[in-house]
């Protein structure tokens, strides 16, 4: 839909009471919007290289890069912690969301492209924020990592099924080491006292 057209349409209340979209499904996309839980799931929203790209072209253009902003930008940098190690004990909400292990977003890495798992709610509104720390608890239902990634229990079943394929495939593919053979003891036990 062209943005003339959706600047026409009224949006919130006003388009509740015109009957152009259900309750439940206000904001953008009517799509969005999952059943599940008190106030439903919002889908997982994606933005391309190039569209991040341009809405930082933009920014530039017209100015609006803060140099505080930046200063606040190298200074988190610079406290971000590198291994496992130094952000076991760190601060939960986790603020560092560029962490590969983060569950508020995911990098494509073949095309660069984000996508916000939550797009509905703040970091800071997460009730878990690394994978990590997920892992380190132990094992959970189907249902506690769909919440956890925003996904339903089918999708989460099927990552998993495909994750173990993949393991099973490299495992078959690895050249097998002969186990190792019991040693005759080097110093014979003599049973005869």
Not at 62 to 72: A, I, K, N
Not at 77 to 88: L, M, T
Not at 98 to 121: A, Q
């Amino acid at each position: 839909m062209s943005e003339a057209r959706r600047s026409d349409r009224p949006e919130g209340p006003q388009a509740l009471q015109a009957g152009e979209i259900e309750p439940g499904q206000e904001g953008e996309g009517a799509g969005e919007l999952l059943q599940g839980g008190p106030h439903g799931r919002h889908r997982s929203k994606t933005m391309s290289r190039k569209e991040i790209a341009r809405d930082l072209r933009r920014q530039r253009a017209l100015g609006f890069v803060d140099p505080e902003l930046q200063q606040t930008i190298q200074e988190i940098e610079q406290a971000r912690p590198r291994s496992r190690a130094d952000c076991a004990t760190g601060a939960r909400p986790c603020m560092f969301i560029s962490c590969k292990h983060h569950l508020y977003l995911d990098v494509n890495p073949e095309t660069g492209s984000i996508k916000l798992n939550f797009p509905d709610r703040e970091v800071w509104e997460l009730d878990e924020t690394c994978a990590l720390d997920v892992a380190d608890r132990g094992g959970i239902t189907l249902e506690e990592v769909g919440t956890i990634m925003n996904l339903t229990r089918e999708r989460i079943r099927q990552v998993e099924t495909r994750g173990l394929s993949k393991l099973r495939t490299i495992a078959e593919d690895e050249p097998r080491t002969p186990a190792p053979r019991e040693r005759a003891p080097a110093f014979p036990e003599d049973d005869e006292d």
